[in-house]
C-alpha cells in the first residue's frame, strides 16, 4: 500500500527529470529506482514504518513507476 502512494510521486519526479535534463532513456529504470529509495526515504520520518519497509516500498514504487515492476511479473 505505501508503495501506491510512493508511485504517482515518482511518476512526477521522473517526469520533470526527463523534460529538464536530458537524461537517456535506457538510464531510466535505474533513475526511477533511484529516486523511490530517495522518495522512501525522505518519507520515512512522516511514516510510522520502519526504515527498511520505507526503502523497499521506494524500490517497488521506482520499479513500477519505470514499467520493468510489470515486465517481471508478467514473464
Known amino acids: 500500500m505505501i508503495a ?3 508511485v504517482a510521486i515518482v ?13 537517456n532513456t535506457q538510464n ?3 533513475t526511477s529506482v533511484v529516486i ?3 522518495i522512501g526515504l525522505v518519507l520515512w ?7 527498511y519497509v520505507m526503502l523497499i516500498s521506494g524500490f517497488i514504487a521506482g520499479l513500477t513507476a519505470s ?3 510489470d515486465l517481471i511479473i508478467g514473464s
Request: glycine fraction near 10%; avoid cysteine.
Open 4 to 6: 501506491i502512494g510512493n
Open 11 to 23: 511518476l512526477a519526479v521522473v517526469e520533470v527529470l526527463k523534460k529538464t535534463i536530458n537524461l
Open 28 to 30: 531510466m529504470p535505474i
Open 36 to 38: 523511490g529509495i530517495f
Open 45 to 51: 520520518p512522516l511514516a510510522e514504518f520502519p526504515l
Open 67 to 69: 514499467g520493468t515492476f
